[in-house]
């Protein structure tokens, strides 16, 4: 069963730079089956999608985050990153990575369903 | 810019029928997932592709999509489906969106 893990500083000081990493556990994020995505959730609010990325480079990013995201593979470590520039305290929340899509039949299918998710860690933008 | 519309509360009697709505323009011509999140967890997908369960979630889920409305039914509501239920979307300009979820709890 693949487990997706989320790692990084809890706490990053105004308009300095927020970095996570999500480890995947089996499998390898490069195979092209799936897309990876980030998405975030503030206390007490609902959920919002950040991006989310592809072995092929594709990225496809939030419009609202576009400017100060970027996402990218470490392929060695089976994992991939986030990191979000200038942040202020809009952007403490709990952050989640998930696996987007699925396989069934030989075929995949990138709908931007979320199967798989980390338990997410929480991130305080705070001096 | 498309939006999805989710009620913030819906009550239920225990072992009665839940239906929670997710409304957009014309959502009947997308695919609508849906998510339950308990308090301190992490989402976990309980219905794909309008009316498709992941494995291990139980037949009391199903799901239905039509005109500018996506519906996910609960049936036979128990107390451990008390969370907060989110619908999504993947639409055609390349975005990811969720609805801003549903508190189910039952009576």
């Known amino acids: 069963q693949v487990q997706l893990q989320e790692s990084g500083p809890g706490l990053v000081k105004p308009s300095q730079t927020l970095s996570l990493m999500c480890s995947v556990s089996a499998g390898s994020i490069s195979s092209g089956d799936y897309h990876w995505s980030w998405i975030r959730q503030p206390a007490g609010k609902g959920l919002e999608w950040i991006g989310r990325l592809h072995s092929s480079g594709t990225t496809n990013y939030s419009p609202f985050l576009k400017s100060r995201v970027t996402m990218s593979f470490d392929t060695s470590k089976n994992q991939f990153s986030l990191k979000l520039t200038s942040v202020t305290a809009a952007d403490t929340a709990v952050y989640y990575c998930?696996?987007?899509?699925?396989?069934?039949?030989?075929?995949?299918?990138?709908?931007?369903?979320?199967?798989?998710w980390g338990q997410g860690t929480t991130v305080t933008v705070s001096s | 810019s498309y939006e999805l519309t989710q009620p913030l509360s819906v009550s239920v009697a225990l072992g009665q029928t839940a239906r929670l709505t997710c409304g957009g323009n014309?959502?009947?011509?997308?695919?609508v997932h849906w998510y339950q999140q308990k308090p301190g967890q992490a989402p976990v997908l309980v219905m794909y592709r309008n009316n498709n369960r992941p494995s291990g979630i139980p037949e009391q889920f199903s799901g239905s999509n039509s005109g500018n409305t996506a519906t996910l039914t609960i049936s036979r509501a128990q107390g451990g489906d008390e969370a907060d239920y989110y619908c999504q979307v993947w639409n055609s300009s390349t975005i990811m969106l969720f609805g801003g979820g549903t508190k189910l709890t039952v009576l």
């Open positions: 998930a696996r987007d899509g699925y396989c069934s039949g030989g075929y995949c299918y990138w709908d931007g369903s979320l199967h798989i």
């Open positions: 014309n959502i009947g011509n997308k695919n």
